[in-house]
């Protein structure tokens, strides 16, 4: 195991484990630790005003510290007090995956931290976004239960085929974007990928829309009136750019409404328009609306066929409880209806989300066929006859028989036995010498084995992923391209060293150093850093030094002129040193 688990990371299924890496707290430098500090101060110097009351406290409550990059560890000793866990993962993971994780009550931590270039804002997922951002709201009782229930009805929505694509897309320009060294072209080349592939998405899948609500929600969040917002989302909180930009007018603030998941973002860029929920018990009111319109809830041939666009694992649930697991590819129609539906490859058939023994992959490794509906000119449904009824139309251990359904599949064949559900409805019958027709098309033929005919009058659930998650191997997914580390050449190496030694005065390891001769090498070796010289002028200024914190003012001058870009940076740096109103 390379991550020290708890009662609650205990439940996790192991395809989801297989997603969680070590976060190996020795590979943050102390630029990260610079970088991970500077960016506390500043978000809660500031979201101490325009943040939601659940923030400041959630930061005590979760153990997240301005000073030090939070450990998953420490973290996970605190979180259990309010029934959650976090887990370190590399990067994005896919949609689905992300949102099971949330109904197990389990926070995904990108455990990398951006850049110090990209210090503002990375569409990439870091420890500053998922840390700082995500965890303190989550001591909010009525939110984490938003953001498990969201998590649960999530992770069944079904994609669409190019969900994925996209999604890879995604990741492969967040990573490149926050690598360094990365050329422009590049960055171009994958943007544009990605506008490609948004523009001929076709009609949006469940996951599209859910994942829509999770942005303007969980990412994007504003709470209160749109005349009086505060911030909640973890977009927002994590960055220092557009957590100021988005209390302007420049942005639009609208009521929140399940209108939301129609409203696309773009993950590159900042948001023209954010979405204000007045509380956030309102949040769970839109959800259970939104999954009250998903196949998981509606069933019926809308949701076979959107499992069989999905062109991935998904379930349908009949009415008599039996669900049927597998890559559905093919769904017959009658009158609005559905007729027959199909699986290719593995298949599996369960009752209440338990495997039913004997109809595993194994058994069905090729396929699962059935038809749907009621019998031709028989009002009752197979699955409400009684055992009377049943053998009155010689649906009987042992008898020949010939079923015609509404929707027009020829069964023939000899019953051998049927199966019950816990309510005494027959679920599955066993056919032997068994023909099963279309029109003119064989769906089974004798030769094939036995036929295991699924009973349901209509398909009452259709959702993302198998009913029994041991019933599949899910442990092959995980993306091939990983984040890209930082290369460390010599300078590289210094300048962390020059950082470190500055890290180490101001907590009292090491007090014998230097400060203005680790500055003045800084000038010398790397004149276009800046955040060293700010965490410098905080020393000087602390210890009353007025001439050498002036020599640094001038120099962090001569920075902003030659890179005017990093000007409000560094601006923004002095002003909290100057005022001191950091704290928790």
């Not at 420490?74 to 007090?81: S, T, V, W």
């Not at 994780?101 to 931590?109: K, P, S």
């Not at 590289?492 to 020059?498: D, H």
Request: include cysteine.
């Amino acid at each position: 195991m390379q991550y020290q688990s708890n009662p609650i990371l205990d439940r996790l299924p192991s395809h989801l484990r297989q997603y969680i890496k070590p976060q190996n707290y020795g590979d943050y430098s102390p630029i990260d630790q610079a970088v991970w500090r500077y960016v506390m101060r500043k978000n809660v110097a500031y979201l101490s005003q325009v943040a939601h009351g659940s923030y400041l406290s959630g930061l005590q409550k979760t153990g997240i510290s301005i000073e030090n990059i939070p450990n998953m560890y420490g973290m996970n000793r605190i979180l259990k007090e309010i029934g959650w866990a976090a887990v370190a993962v590399d990067g994005f993971i896919p949609p689905a995956a992300f949102m099971e994780f949330q109904a197990y009550n389990v926070l995904v931590i990108a455990s990398d931290i951006r850049q110090l270039d990209h210090i503002e804002y990375t569409p990439a997922p870091d420890i500053i976004h998922e840390g700082a951002g995500h965890a303190p709201i989550i001591a909010n009782p009525e939110y984490a239960e938003y953001l498990r229930r969201f998590g649960e009805i999530g992770c069944k929505a079904i994609s669409s085929a190019k969900d994925y694509e996209l999604y890879e897309a995604v990741r492969h320009l967040s990573i490149i974007k926050e690598a360094p060294g990365t050329s422009e072209e590049a960055i171009t080349e994958a943007e544009k990928h990605i506008d490609e592939l948004q523009i001929n998405m076709g009609p949006p899948s469940e996951m599209a829309l859910i994942r829509n609500l999770h942005w303007w929600t969980v990412e994007y969040g504003l709470i209160g009136t749109p005349e009086a917002p505060k911030i909640y989302g973890a977009g927002l909180l994590s960055s220092i750019g557009e957590s100021s930009w988005c209390m302007t007018d420049k942005v639009l603030k609208i009521p929140y409404s399940s209108e939301a998941a129609h409203a696309s973002f773009d993950i590159t860029k900042p948001q023209p328009q954010l979405f204000v929920t007045p509380d956030f018990a309102f949040l769970s009111q839109v959800l259970e609306e939104f999954a009250n319109t998903m196949a998981l809830r509606k069933g019926g041939l809308d949701g076979l066929e959107k499992l069989v666009a999905s062109e991935a694992l998904g379930t349908v649930e009949l009415s008599t409880g039996l669900q049927i697991s597998g890559v559905f590819t093919r769904a017959i129609a009658f009158e609005g209806k559905t007729a027959y539906l199909q699986t290719t490859g593995p298949t599996a058939l369960a009752y209440r989300e338990k495997e039913l023994i004997g109809h595993g992959t194994a058994f069905h490794p090729d396929g699962f066929g059935a038809p749907i509906g009621k019998l031709k000119g028989i009002n009752l449904p197979i699955e409400d006859m009684s055992p009377r009824d049943l053998k009155a139309y010689n649906i009987y251990e042992g008898e020949q028989v010939t079923l015609e359904f509404e929707g027009g599949i020829h069964l023939q064949g000899e019953i051998i036995t049927g199966t019950r559900n816990l309510r005494g409805e027959i679920i599955l019958i066993t056919f032997q010498n068994c023909t099963v027709r279309y029109k003119d098309e064989y769906l089974f033929r004798p030769e094939w084995g036995l036929y295991h005919m699924a009973v349901g009058e209509n398909i009452v659930s259709a959702f993302n992923g198998p009913a029994d998650l041991s019933s599949f191997d899910l442990n092959s997914h995980v993306p091939e391209e990983t984040t890209i580390k930082v290369h460390k050449d010599p300078k590289r190496e210094q300048l962390e060293k020059f950082y470190g030694q500055i890290r180490e005065f101001r907590e009292g390891t090491n007090t014998t150093i230097s400060r203005n001769k680790v500055f003045q090498e800084l000038k010398a070796s790397h004149p276009e850093d800046w955040m060293l010289s700010v965490e410098i002028y905080e020393l000087a200024r602390a210890e009353g030094n007025e001439a050498f914190a002036t020599e640094i003012l001038e120099h962090l001058e001569q920075v902003k002129s030659e890179r005017p870009e990093v000007g409000h940076l560094i601006d923004g740096g002095i002003t909290l040193v100057d005022e001191s109103k950091v704290a928790l």
